[in-house]
């Protein structure tokens, strides 16, 4: 069993510009690499959970998502950061595409992409972190051991569990884990 970092995609690891698919449009938020980058090395496997409703709404199709997925993998390895899995949710209970209108368990806050993901890749939840600027990219740690950081100031401020931190940027967030993990050791 292996520790993890849930990352949410979409303003958590780039900019949000809302329904992001096209390469182009893609634009990693300041200092992301660097957290990913010091996140490796300390061991976690990182793991991207993403709402990505355009599919539903017809914006874009899934073949698009694995497009950026695929370039964004590649372009994270040449820097050394591995990515262990990428799981998305299409759907949306409002879809304009029927086949992907639903109400699911995928769609965070649904829990179920985090426990596929534990299961295919095998890892520790209770030794775990969840990252996103959105508390539903969160929820796993209302149910769990697992720590989360709420990045930004998008969120209103709301009462967090006790095992969520409030920080400004994944940089922020990754320097904190450092420290904390160094300080176990």
């Known amino acids: 069993m292996k520790k993890a970092i849930f990352l949410d995609r979409d303003g958590t690891i780039n900019i949000d510009k809302e329904y992001v698919y096209k390469i182009v449009d893609f634009e990693f938020l300041?200092?992301?690499k660097d957290a990913l980058i010091l996140l490796c090395q300390a061991g976690y496997r990182l793991v991207i959970i993403s709402n990505q409703s355009g599919v539903a709404r017809g914006y874009y199709s899934e073949e698009d998502i694995w497009t950026l997925h695929n370039w964004l993998l590649e372009t994270l390895a040449s820097d050394g950061i591995i990515i262990a899995g990428i799981y998305y949710c299409p759907h949306h209970p409002?879809?304009?595409?029927?086949?992907?209108?639903?109400?699911?368990?995928?769609?965070k806050p649904g829990l179920d992409l985090f426990h596929?993901?534990?299961?295919?890749?095998?890892?520790?939840?209770?030794?775990?972190?969840a990252i996103g600027n959105k508390m539903r990219d969160l929820q796993i740690c209302r149910y769990s051991d697992c720590?989360?950081?709420l990045l930004g100031v998008s969120e209103p401020e709301t009462s967090l569990p006790t095992s969520v931190l409030r920080v400004a940027d994944l940089l922020s967030a990754a320097k904190d884990i450092i420290s904390k993990d160094f300080l176990k050791k």
Do not use: F, Q, T, W
Request: charged share 30%; with cysteine; glycine share 8%.
């Open 30 to 32: 300041p200092g992301v």
């Open 94 to 107: 409002k879809a304009h595409i029927e086949a992907y209108r639903m109400e699911c368990g995928c769609r």
């Open 116 to 129: 596929k993901a534990i299961s295919e890749l095998k890892l520790d939840i209770n030794h775990s972190i």
């Open 147 to 149: 720590r989360g950081y």
